[in-house]
DNA sequence: GCGACAG
DNA sequence: ATCTTGTCGC
């Protein structure tokens, strides 16, 4: 079913370049229109090294377990424009922590055919509980397998739920996602994508 | 049939 | 996803 995705890393050693990818919307917007973003941030240094934007018509509605299907067409618009491109992408959403285990990660990364990992604030199917410290997981059980891994990356805070998108093998994953969170929920590239986004959402809205 | 349901 | 200020806590 998700045979061709890879669970092999294929990272090349530091520096790091890690992207993000995440998509906003207007609510109730009768145009439709969605707003991605991707970005490349300094693994090291949080800096944000490059990012691009694509607004367009979603051809498709938003409806769960088919996200990608409205997402990655954007993404990857803007992905094509993307000056420097990262080493690694973590997608805003399931990767293979999904019913069919491809989630708008793993479709993310087969299309660009770059690595990726799936970093969702919320869970679409599983369960997994973590403890209450920082860098705490519990293994994100569904039908008796372990398709994620629930991250704690901040005291107080819900966790967050990584899974393999591409190419990636999950304790890379989660490594890489837990080194990306300073004290905060959120992993850097997430948010500044989150960011972008939302930037651009805003500039057209504000544009004739 | 009923409830759940990433963003 | 988005609507939204102040407010509680470290």
């Known amino acids: 079913m998700a045979a061709h995705v890879v669970t092999t890393d294929a990272l090349p050693p530091r520096p790091l370049r890690l992207g993000g990818a995440d998509v906003s919307n207007t609510r109730f917007d009768p145009t439709k229109r969605v707003h991605a973003a991707v970005v490349t941030i300094d693994a090291a240094t949080d800096e944000v090294l490059a990012a691009a934007t694509e607004t367009r018509i979603a051809d498709f509605p938003y409806v769960p377990g088919y996200l ?36 708008v990660a793993c479709h993310l990364g087969v299309v660009l055919g770059v690595p990726t990992i799936g970093v969702a604030k919320s869970l679409l199917v599983g369960t997994g509980e973590p403890g209450p410290e920082p860098g705490d997981t519990a293994p994100l059980l569904w039908k008796g397998q372990c398709i994620g891994t629930a991250l704690r990356t901040r005291r107080g805070a819900r966790p967050l739920y990584v899974s393999v998108g591409h190419r990636v093998s999950l304790p890379t994953a989660v490594a890489l996602v837990l080194a990306a969170t300073r004290g905060r929920r959120l992993a850097a590239p997430i948010r500044a994508a989150h960011d972008a986004a939302n930037d651009a959402r805003r500039a057209a809205a504000s544009a004739p």
């Open 68 to 103: 990608g299907f409205r997402e990655v067409p954007a993404l990857v618009a803007a992905w094509s424009r993307l000056t420097l491109k990262p080493d690694v992408v973590l997608m805003d959403g399931q990767g293979m922590a999904h019913p069919r285990g491809f989630g």
